[in-house]
């Protein structure tokens, strides 16, 4: 808005920053014959701020920090070289700070700094931004911004397997657990995450200068290879800031049962120190060290993998889940042909039919990094047909074996568990034949009965079920003569 008239100026406006970047402000007076103007170039910046780490960085003896500041004025724009960058520590001996190139990415202006760590102890770091004054900028905008950097000695190590879920929103259960027992694949090499704490139980930006020793219980189960060295990797902690994770390979040997690996940080890594410049006498490192135990399993694995279900509602079929962790999530790879619920402790899938229709149930184990489920093709029929198989001759006073099968919709063989669903009967068209079911099946898809001659003639078998509606569906008649 108008600035009313004082002493000092006649007329004045007041201006808000909108966005960032450079205007032009003209003022022209005309009066009669006079035109009078004048133009002021003004610049707009984004705050400066930390953005890791957001408040503290914290490091191990001999160990850095890279620093990202954003925003803050920008190099004027009619003497870009004015523009300037201080770092200062509180105490300059204790660090050593660098500032990396001019400032980077043209939207938001970045600047990165790195802290390296000299000596145990915490102090400010400041970064001070802006331009010196100039007869077209006679009074330039600064900013500061500061971070508390830590220097400090490890007191905790923790050990986690590395988990790869099958759906985002799953994840193992031991990891809530923070069990010390962890079941891993004995096919694949797990992977372990070391991570390091302080007294209050912060996780290092940084412990990359440590000495670490990795050891394994049981080398017949699992070992340390030289070639797979740990993986110093950085990942963000969700407020932006960047913590140091040390990936470990594990190298299995297809052997099942138990194992302890454990990482013990022995000392300093003389380089770092030497290249960090530590000053000395330093304080030495007591050993410390992490644990985690390893439970060596087969994958997954689940039985039957094939199997064909009657189209019923009071039929369901049992998978057994073998092996693995203990821990799955189950799904299907179509909806609605199938029900699967899952009974934890006895570890059975058990699947109900709702429509005809084949369905792969998949089991993934959410707490083995094994990248394929273990699968179950499931193949839902209506009754096609019955056939019923028997000798063509029976003597009075002795007995065969009739057998009857059930078959589905690719003539397949329904197991003959489901027989008494269906209502499975076998009738004779005369009364010179006795018939008497067996109680034991021939086979798993096979009804057996007696057939006892009574009389001299001839007569015909047929079998018979009742479909899920309760309308009967028969055979076709099987001659037999006494």
């Known amino acids: 808005g108008r600035l009313k008239p004082t002493d000092d100026f006649c007329s004045g406006v007041r201006v808000k920053a909108e966005t960032q970047g450079y205007t032009t402000l003209v003022v022209s007076y005309t009066h009669a014959h006079i035109h009078l103007s004048a133009s ?11 953005v890791d780490p957001p408040s503290v960085a914290l490091v191990t003896l001999g160990s850095s920090k890279d620093m990202l500041f954003e925003g803050g004025p920008r190099p004027w724009v009619q003497e870009p070289s004015k523009f300037f960058r201080n770092i200062t520590a509180e105490d300059t001996e204790s660090v050593d700070l660098f500032l990396f190139g ?3 990415s043209r939207n938001n202006i970045r600047h990165w700094v790195r802290v390296s760590c000299r000596s145990l102890g915490e102090q400010v770091i400041a970064l001070t931004v802006g331009n010196h004054p ?3 900028n006679p009074f330039p905008a600064v900013e500061p911004a500061v971070v508390k950097f830590i220097c400090a000695v490890p007191s905790r190590l923790t050990l986690t397997p590395i988990y790869g879920s099958p759906q985002p929103d799953l994840s193992c259960p031991l990891l809530q657990q923070n069990k010390q027992v962890v079941p891993v694949s004995n096919y694949l090499n797990p992977v372990l995450d070391l991570v390091a704490y302080d007294q209050q139980g912060s996780k290092f930006d940084n412990f990359s200068s440590l000495s670490m020793v990795w050891e394994s219980t049981k080398m017949s189960l699992a070992t340390i290879e030289p070639h797979m060295a740990v993986e110093l990797t950085l990942k963000e902690d969700g407020s932006g800031q960047k913590k140091m994770h040390g990936l470990q390979t594990i190298k299995v040997h297809r052997e099942s049962g138990i194992t302890a690996i454990s990482a013990t940080a022995i000392g300093y890594q003389q380089s770092h120190l030497k290249t960090a410049k530590v000053k000395i006498p330093y304080e030495p490192l007591l050993p410390l060290s992490a644990t985690i135990e390893l439970i060596l399993v087969e994958d997954v694995k689940v039985n039957p993998t094939d199997v064909s279900i009657y189209n019923h509602p009071d039929i369901q079929a049992e998978l057994y889940i073998r092996e ?25 899938a058990l699947v109900q039919p709702l429509l005809p229709g084949s369905v792969t149930v998949m089991i993934h184990d959410l707490c083995l990094a094994f990248p394929t489920p273990a699968k179950a093709e499931i193949y839902v029929s209506d009754i096609q047909e019955l056939y019923v198989r028997v000798v063509d001759k029976v003597e009075i006073g002795k007995t065969v074996k009739a057998y009857v099968r059930v078959l589905d919709d690719s003539k397949k063989p329904f197991l003959a568990k489901y027989f008494a669903v269906m209502d499975l009967k076998l009738r004779a068209a005369s009364q010179i034949v006795s018939l ?28 018979t079920v009742a479909d899920k509606s309760g309308q009967r569906i028969n055979s076709a008649p099987q001659q037999i003569e006494v």
């Open 40 to 50: 002021i170039t003004i610049a707009a910046y984004l705050p400066l701020k930390t």
């Open 102 to 104: 001019p400032p980077t």
């Open 134 to 136: 100039t007869i077209t």
């Open 324 to 348: 693995g962790s203990g821990y799955v999530f189950i799904n299907t790879s179509v909806i609605n042909v199938v029900r699967v619920s899952h009974e934890e402790t006895q570890r059975i």
């Open 436 to 463: 008497v079911p067996l109680g034991e099946p021939l086979d798993d898809h096979t009804a057996a009965f007696l057939v006892h001659g009574i009389a001299i003639g001839q007569t015909s078998l047929m079998a």
